[in-house]
Antibody, heavy 114, light 113 residues
Framework: EVQLVESGGDLVQPGGSLRLSCAASGFTFSSMSWVRQAPGRGLEWVAAISGSAGNTYYADSVKGRFTIARDTSKNMLYLQMNGLRVEDTALYYC?????????WGQGTTVIVSS | DIVMTQSPDSLAVSLGERATINCKSSQSVLYSSNNKNYLAWYQQKPGQPPKLLIYWASTRESGVPDRFSGSGSGTDFTLTISNLQAEDVAVYYCQQYYTTPYTFGQGTKLEIK
């Protein structure tokens, strides 16, 4: 059974840092993404890491501040978030990509506020 | 970036009737080398993560009822829900996975009339 379990969300002050984790199980680690959803808003793709070479890709809104990484030996996906802004407040999902995003976790909440 | 625009933003349809949601991309998401449209549809119910319904614009994900169908090519796509059921109340998103950033439409909220 495929499972994705996110953790690490918290309340943080503007300018602060946070690391999100996503524990994956039930499949061979593949291309993965982080997608966020601000309260009452739509879906915004944040970052991706490819399954083979581990190439990384970012939305312009987070480029230079966020870093996606993985530990294939532990089946873990991470999102290091630095320089957090109020507009980064959202529910952050990790998603597995086969063709499209075919499985999503339940998400972890990040609140950036003073 | 490829901009995805859905219409309408919301719609109300009677039970048993058909719902149609449109999605337009600002540039083609048809990859000529394999003739596939890199377009997916997702359903999101309140308090739940999105669920993949359709990929390659018209291929239903395993387990998705056949009343959900996708069509279109290039820049114009449609999600059709036939014989609307109460459990289909949700927000629906289209997404292009042709190139990063993998952009989503703004969502269409479907309600029962």
């Amino acid at each position: 059974e495929v499972q994705l379990v996110e953790s690490g969300g918290d309340l943080v002050q503007p300018g602060g840092s946070l690391r999100l984790s996503c524990a994956a199980s039930g499949f061979t680690f593949s291309s993965m993404s982080w997608v966020r959803q601000a309260p009452g808003r739509g879906l915004e793709w944040v970052a991706a890491i490819s399954g083979s070479a581990g190439n990384t890709y970012y939305a312009d809104s987070v480029k230079g501040r966020f870093t996606i990484a993985r530990d294939t030996s532990k089946n873990m996906l991470y999102l290091q978030m630095n320089g957090l802004r109020v507009e980064d407040t959202a529910l952050y999902y990790c998603a597995k990509r086969s063709i499209a995003f075919d499985f999503w976790g339940q998400g972890t909440t990040v609140i950036v506020s003073s | 970036d490829i901009v995805m625009t859905q219409s309408p933003d919301s719609l109300a349809v009677s039970l048993g009737e058909r719902a149609t949601i449109n999605c337009k991309s600002s540039q083609s998401v048809l990859y000529s080398s394999n003739n596939k449209n890199y377009l997916a549809w997702y359903q999101q119910k309140p308090g739940q993560p999105p669920k993949l319904l359709i990929y390659w614009a018209s291929t239903r994900e395993s387990g998705v009822p056949d009343r959900f169908s996708g069509s279109g090519s290039g820049t114009d796509f449609t999600l059709t829900i036939s014989n609307l059921q109460a459990e289909d109340v949700a927000v629906y998103y289209c997404q292009q996975y042709y190139t990063t950033p993998y952009t989503f439409g703004q969502g269409t909220k479907l309600e029962i009339k």
